[in-house]
């Protein structure tokens, strides 16, 4: 079936005519005096399945409310959701409705089921008589399903005041397949050199809320969302600048409330709902056999020497055991490859070497057939090839790609490089904004370097920096 055109996915789709294989819903009723457009954030969907996805929306007709609920009234509000398979909405093929309350910001976290795998679907929201833009989601393939190819674009670091979403933008305007965020989706402290961040550094649940918002009505990152179905992992800023396990003595009552306002604003499964002090975010999503990503976080569980805590690794290991992938693929936030020269980073997989190594050997041991990280956090393209041990005259055995952020740092500068002499495995550096897109296909993987000429400006250009590809079964980089 062919996808929306670029202006449907960047605009949506209003007002369309409800229809299709289902019963029609009741009439909407005239738009209340009592609310305006609760649908200024968007909508959004994520971790996609055989058969749906979760649908996510929020309620907020005045997104900058102080006390964080968006202007709503503070009663519950029914939101109704319909998925079909055309842009048009003239073959339905589910309905159903939510309960949006206050206690959740009145956000949506639809899940529907019994979709047919492999296929693009369209899907909207409706509430108070407003209908929302429409979106574009996706299916995964069925388990095993051969898939010819997969376009996946990753981004990370976007700090609102630092710059322009062009990157969102242009990588909307790509139409990926499936979209990864890789970490730091809003800063808790934003300067604010090029826009408004909108508030205040946030500390309570109200001012994460509004810190969410005022994120979400961007509509660079609103075209994102709305191109492909996303799957998302936290780095710090969500919470605050280089937490991690404990929270290092971060009070938890801000902890709690950092980590209900990610769950309320991110398309993510009811199962990821915070229970006290944890938030469930370690997960697998398969893709055929083509590709199977397990998506980390490096936040939560560090400490003992593991920056994954060992219960989210030995899941990792069981699940190199048990692939049959082409690809396996690693979504998760800090630097992985070894790194020598300059100052030490107690932030990056660098200062857990042993669980480095036990990954490494992991899907190694494993025979994974091809093992690829996506990284986000350092503001700077990087293409690496993983050495084990550290050992400079071995073959590689994976191969880690790292996105520059979407705004933080600024415009950066021109031209490339690598990691010199102490760093040969490091084939690829490009200090600009941008971000990541590759194409999985079973007989190579393909990474564009998408770049920014500036952030500082809206609508600058985007382009190509550099192209790397990695054959199947001969983990390397290969330029061009």
């Known amino acids: 079936m062919p996808g929306p055109t670029r202006r449907t996915v960047l605009t949506g789709i209003v007002g369309t005519a409800l229809g299709g294989l289902l019963p029609e819903l009741p009439a909407a009723p005239a738009p209340s005096r009592r609310t305006g457009d609760p649908f200024t954030l968007g909508v959004a969907s994520g971790d996609p399945a055989p058969d749906g ?64 795998p492999g296929r693009d679907y369209f899907y909207r929201f ?35 005041g630092a710059g322009h979403f062009t990157a969102y933008r242009a990588l909307a305007a790509d139409e990926p397949e499936l979209v990864l965020h890789l970490g730091d989706y809003i800063y808790e ?132 055991r048990s692939s049959t992938a ?24 660098e200062a857990f070497p042993e669980s480095r190594d036990r990954i490494v050997r992991g899907w190694t041991d494993a025979g994974v057939r091809n093992a690829v990280v996506l990284t986000g956090d350092e503001h700077v393209h990087h293409a690496n090839e993983i050495l084990p041990g550290g050992d400079r005259d071995a073959r590689p055995v994976g191969t880690e790609l790292v996105t520059t952020s979407v705004t933080s740092g600024g415009d950066g500068g021109d031209g490339d490089g690598d990691g010199g002499s102490e760093n040969p495995h490091i084939r690829y550096r490009e200090d600009r904004r941008g971000y990541l897109l590759t194409r999985f296909e079973p007989a190579q993987l393909r990474a564009d370097f998408r770049v920014v000429e500036q952030v500082s400006r809206p609508g600058a250009p985007v382009r190509t920096a550099a192209t790397f590809t990695v054959p199947d079964r001969e983990p390397g980089l290969h330029r061009g």
């Open 53 to 116: 996805m979760v649908l996510w929306t929020r309620l907020a007709p005045r997104p900058d409310a102080g006390d964080g609920l968006g202007g709503m009234a503070g009663r519950p509000a029914v939101v109704e959701w319909e998925i079909a398979e055309d842009e048009r909405f003239t073959r339905v093929v589910g309905r159903g409705s939510e309960t949006a309350v206050p206690e959740l910001a009145y956000s949506v976290h639809a899940e529907p089921a019994g979709l047919l």
């Open 126 to 160: 409706r509430s108070d008589g407003h209908l929302s833009p429409a979106a574009r989601t996706r299916t995964t393939p069925a388990a095993g399903a051969a898939v010819p190819a997969l376009t996946v674009a990753a981004a990370s670091c976007a700090k609102f």
């Open 189 to 320: 402290t934003d300067e604010g050199e090029v826009r408004d961040p909108g508030g205040p550094e946030p500390t309570d649940l109200a001012g994460y809320r509004r810190t969410h918002a005022h994120q979400k009505t961007d509509a660079d990152l609103q075209a994102a969302h709305a191109v492909a179905p996303w799957l998302v992992v936290w780095d710090d800023h969500e919470l605050v600048n280089n937490w991690a396990g404990g929270d290092r003595g971060r009070a938890p009552d801000r902890r709690r409330a950092a980590f209900q306002a990610y769950y309320e604003h991110m398309p993510l499964r009811r199962a990821s709902l915070p229970r006290g002090l944890d938030l469930q975010l370690y997960r697998r999503i398969g893709w055929g056999s083509l590709a199977t990503f397990h998506m980390l976080d490096t936040r939560q569980y560090r400490g003992d020497g593991s920056i994954t805590g060992a219960g989210q690794e030995r899941w990792l290991l069981d699940g190199f």
């Open 326 to 349: 082409g690809w396996d693929v690693l979504g998760q936030q800090v630097f992985f490859a070894r790194r020598s020269g300059g100052r030490k980073s107690r932030d990056t997989w």
